[in-house]
C-alpha cells in the first residue's frame, strides 16, 4: 500500500504541473503540492482514469490556487440566489452547463465530485445536454468552491444569472461545424491536388511537381486528422487505457492506417498515397454525427411546458379559483396550494403555515417550517394545511421533470431484455470487427498491397454496431412522443420497455376506475348548522383529496374560516382547530380507533361529537368493462381499494370473479401485496391515483398514475395518464409492446447491412469513402425506419391524433 509523507525535496507536482516548493505530498511514488491535487489523482488512478493528464488541457491548474479572483462575485449572496435551483438552510441544488463534457470519463469523474469535496451530497449528469446537477450541504462547502473545482478538473461551468433567459443549448456544438468545414476543405483541395493521378498522367515527366503535391497533402491532411478526427482518436485512446473496446477503436485505426500508409508512400516516393480517402472518411463520418446529433435533438426534447405534460396549479384572481398551467404563470401571480400539492415556481410565503417537504429535490423527507415571508421553491411539497403564495420567479418545467427523472426516485430494476441484447452486441462487435479486418490485412499483404490497405480500413470503417444502440432511443423516443400526445406521459424510454413486459396489473379502485370527480354523495347524520358547515368547508378546503374536494363543493354557499393545527394522516383522515374547535373528517378507524363492521365513508366529528357520515357512490368509468376485457387476455388482473366490500358483487361482474380482489387495505398493505407478486417473478404494474397508493406505484415495476386535474403529480409513478383517457390503456399498452418488435426489425436490418458490406469489404470492393458514406447512411436508415414505422403503427392503432375520450 502506499504511503503520504511529507518531502522537503523541491520537484513538479503531478497533478498540476507546478512546484511542490518545500513540502511536497509524496503519494504512490509520485509528488504532489498539496492534497486537493493528492486527492484527485487517487480517484483517478483508482478508476485507471489517469489517461486524464494526457488528454485533460485544464489539468495543470492547481488545488492550492483556492481563490480564483474570475469566481470572487460568486461570494455575493445575490449573485447566488440568481444562480440556486434550490435553497433551504441546510441544502442547496444548483445545475451548470458545461461544454467540456464528451466522453463516460468525464461523466464519471464528475457523479463523483462528492469524493473531493465532501460538502458535495450527490452530482448527476445530463450527458445530451453536457449539464451537471449538484446537491450540497450549505455548511460544508459553498457554490464557489465548488465551481471553483469545477474550473480546476478543467470543466469550467458556463455562468448565465438569469435562468430563463439561458439560450437553449444548440442541437450541434459550433465544433463540429468547424470540424467539417475543415475536413470539407481539405477533401476538395486534396481531391485537386490529386487530379493528374486521377486522370492517370505521367508523374516521372513532372516528378517536381507530383511531390509537390504530395507535401501539400500531407500538409492538409494533418490538421483533419489531428483536429475534426480529434473526438474518435480521443475516444478510442481512452477506451483502450480503460480496456474496453468501443466503436471508435475500429474507426481510429482506420484513420491512422489511412494516414501512416500515405504519409511513407508520399516520403518515400513509392506511392501517392490515400490522403483523398482519409479526407473523405473523416469528411463523411462528421456529417453522419452531425445528422444524428440534429435527430436526437428533434425527438429528445426538453421536457419544458410546451412539450411535456401540462402540470398546472390553482392560481387565484380575486377569491375566484383558476386552474392555470405553468406557461400561463407569471411574475406576481398568487398561489393557492392545498396539503399535498406540488409548489410549481420559487415563491414568497404569504399566509398559513409552511410545512414543505422537500424530499423531491432533495431526498430529504423531513418537512421543513416555513413562516410568512420566507421563500419557498419550486418542487418543494407542502405538507401542512393551504398556504398562499406570490410567485416570484418562474421555473421552466423542465426542471420539475428533470427532478421526476433524478435518481432519487430510480427503480432498482435491471434492463429490459432489448437493452441488455444491444448492450452485449456492443461489447463483442468492435472485437469480432477488428479479428476481421486483420484477417483481412493478413490475407491481401501477400497479394496487392493497395488491396489489403482498402480493404483493412473498408472493414474497420463500413461495420457498425451504432444502428443497434441508435435503435432503441430514437424508436423508444418516439413512441414516448407519441403516447405524450395522447396525455399518457412516459418518464423516460426505459419505461416504454418495462411496459411491454409487463404480465401483472394491479388497479386501486377509488378515482381510478371511478371517476374522481362528479362522483355522487350524500351526508346521513345529525343535520349541520351554517355554522357547522363552515368549520367543515374550511378543514377540507386544506386538503387536495378528491373527496375534501367534494365535500367542499357541497358547502359553496358558507364562508371559510381560520384554520389552525391542521394534520394529515395517510389513508385515514384530516384534522385541524377552525377557529378554536377540533374538526376531524375522515374514515371510522380514525375517529375512534377501531374498525366496525358496516361503517363506511368519510365520518363527521366536531368538538369529540360525531355528527355524520358522507357516503359516496363512486361511478364507474364507462369503458372500464371493455377496457378490462381487453386486458384480462394479456394479464393477470388484481384490485386493492381501502373501501370496504360493498360493491365487490358490481366488480366482481367487471373483472370476473376469479379475480383477486383485496379491500380495506392501507398504503403499507398495499405496498406488501405488489412485493409479493414481485417475489413469485411477476412484472407488475400498479394502477393508482397517488394518494393512498405512492409506496405501491414506486415499488411496481411500472407505477401509473391516473389523473383527472393536471396538479396532481407524484413523483414515484413513472407514467401519468390523463383520466379521459383511461379507455385507452389497452391501446397504448399495445404499442408498447409493438415498438419492441420494431427495435428487433431495426435490428435485424443492421445484421443483413453489416453481413452485406463486409462481404464486399473483405473482397477490397469497397473503397474506404464508400465506408464513410455507408457507415453514417446505416444508422440513418435505422433511425428513419424506428421513428417512421413507430408513427405508422401509431396511426395504425388509431392514437396518432388525439381523441378524447
Sequence with gaps: MSQDVISSVETTCYHCGEDCGSHTVRHDDKSFCCDGCKVVYSILQENDLCNYYSLNEASGISFKRRSMERYSHLDNQDVIEKLLDFKDGTHARVHFHLPQIHCSSCLWLLENLNRIDEGVLQSRVNFLKKE???????????????????????????????????????????????????AGF??????????????????????????????????????????????????????????HLNIDVPVSLGILALFGRSVYEILSHTGAGYLDSLAGLIFFLLVGKWFQQKAFHTISFDRDYKSYFPMATT???????????LDQLDKGDLVLIRHGELIPADAILLSGKGKIDYSFVTGESEPVQIESGDKVYAGGRQMGGTIRLEVIEKVAQSYLTSLW???????????????????????FFTGIILLVAISTLLYWLPRDLTIAFHAFTAVLIVACPCAVALSIPFTFGNVMRILGNQHFYLKNTNVVEILAEINDIVFDKTGTITYGQGARFHYEGIPLSHREKSLVKSLVHQSSHPVSRQIEAGFQQTPLLAVAEFSAYEGLGIRGKVEGQL????????????????????????????????????????????VIDELSQLFNLSLLTGDNNREKGALETIFGAGTEMQFEQSPKEKLEYVKGLQARG???????????????????????????????FVPSCDAILDAAQFSRLPVFLRMSRLSLKIVYGAYFIALIYNIVGLSFAVQGLLSPVIAAILMPLSSITIVLFGMGVSTLTAKTLGIYNLTED
Design 132 to 182: 451537471v446537477t449538484i446537491l450540497y450541504e450549505l455548511e460544508a462547502t459553498s457554490l464557489r468552491k465548488i465551481v471553483e473545482l469545477l474550473a480546476t478538473l478543467g470543466y469550467a461551468p458556463v455562468l448565465n444569472m438569469e435562468r430563463l433567459e439561458q439560450p437553449r443549448v444548440g442541437a450541434v456544438e459550433k465544433a463540429l461545424y468547424y470540424k467539417i468545414g475543415l
Design 186 to 243: 481539405a477533401f476538395g483541395n486534396i481531391m485537386l491536388l490529386s487530379f493528374p493521378e486521377y486522370l492517370g498522367l505521367d508523374a516521372n515527366s513532372e516528378m517536381s511537381f507530383a511531390r509537390f503535391f504530395g507535401y501539400l497533402n500531407i500538409l492538409l491532411a494533418i490538421p483533419v486528422v489531428a483536429y475534426s478526427g480529434f473526438d474518435y482518436l480521443r475516444s478510442a485512446w481512452q477506451g483502450l487505457w480503460q480496456k
Design 315 to 325: 392560481v387565484l384572481r380575486g377569491e375566484e379559483e383558476v386552474i392555470q398551467t
Design 405 to 427: 427523472n433524478d435518481n432519487i426516485f430510480d427503480k432498482k430494476q435491471e434492463k429490459g431484455a432489448t437493452s441488455r441484447l444491444a448492450d452485449r452486441v456492443a461489447t
Design 583 to 626: 374538526v376531524e373528517v375522515g374514515s371510522y378507524r380514525f375517529l375512534d380507533g377501531q374498525d366496525e363492521p358496516g361503517k363506511r365513508g368519510t365520518w363527521i366529528r366536531i368538538d369529540r361529537e360525531i355528527k355524520g357520515v358522507v357516503i359516496q357512490s363512486g361511478r364507474f368509468r364507462k369503458s372500464l368493462r371493455r
Design 682 to 712: 411477476a412484472k407488475v404494474m400498479m394502477i393508482g391515483d397517488g394518494l393512498n397508493d405512492a409506496g405501491a406505484l414506486k415499488q411496481s415495476d411500472v407505477g401509473i398514475v391516473v389523473t383527472e386535474e393536471v396538479n396532481n
